[in-house]
């Protein structure tokens, strides 16, 4: 009995004692989170990978990182950037396959209302989002990368840098 008396009125200056200590007020710095979505690229065509071409900034990141060593990409550009973007399998999200929409809910052709980006995730937790290269997941549709939790961005709706034939590409730089 003396000794849960002896708590209780010990108690208020143990909660002071461990609310000063030095190890509960230092807070660890957040990561930097960087994920880097490359089109046309084979698993092993980095160094960290395997590859015989040296890439030794791209290593360096790896190094320091996570590596996803179990992600499955989409077959098309489209669905694994939807996947990549909000952690769900691409027809969760409404980019079954393309940016056209095709009738059904898992192929929409845009990110819906059901699933959330990583930006809108980590945004609200204090870091600075930004987003830069191509979106394809539903610009054409009005779901563009400042609307769903990227507060800088540079970046063009889809593809088309690379095709000498096609139209210019317009690139957009936050939403103008």
């Not at 060593?69 to 939807?82: D, E, I, K, S, V």
């Amino acid at each position: 009995m003396k000794t849960i008396q002896a708590f209780r009125a010990a108690a208020p200056l143990l909660g002071l004692l461990f609310a000063a200590s030095p190890a509960r007020a230092a807070q660890p710095a957040k990561p930097n989170v960087i994920v880097i979505l490359v089109d046309d690229m084979g698993f092993s065509d980095i160094g960290c990978y395997g590859s015989e071409i040296p890439t030794p900034n791209l290593d360096k990141l790896a190094a320091e990182g996570i590596r996803f060593t179990q992600f499955y990409n989409g077959a098309r550009c489209c669905p694994t950037r939807a996947a990549l973007l909000t952690g769900l399998y691409a027809h969760q999200t409404g980019v079954g396959h393309m940016v056209e929409d095709n009738g059904s809910p898992g192929y929409r052709g845009r990110l819906n209302d059901q699933c959330v980006t990583m930006a809108e995730v980590l945004q609200p937790a204090g870091y600075f989002t930004i987003m830069c290269g191509k979106w394809h997941v539903g610009q054409n549709f009005g779901v563009a990368p400042w609307t769903r939790g990227f507060e800088r961005t540079l970046n063009a709706a889809a593809g088309g840098f690379y095709f000498p034939a096609s139209p210019r590409t317009e690139i957009f730089l936050n939403g103008e």
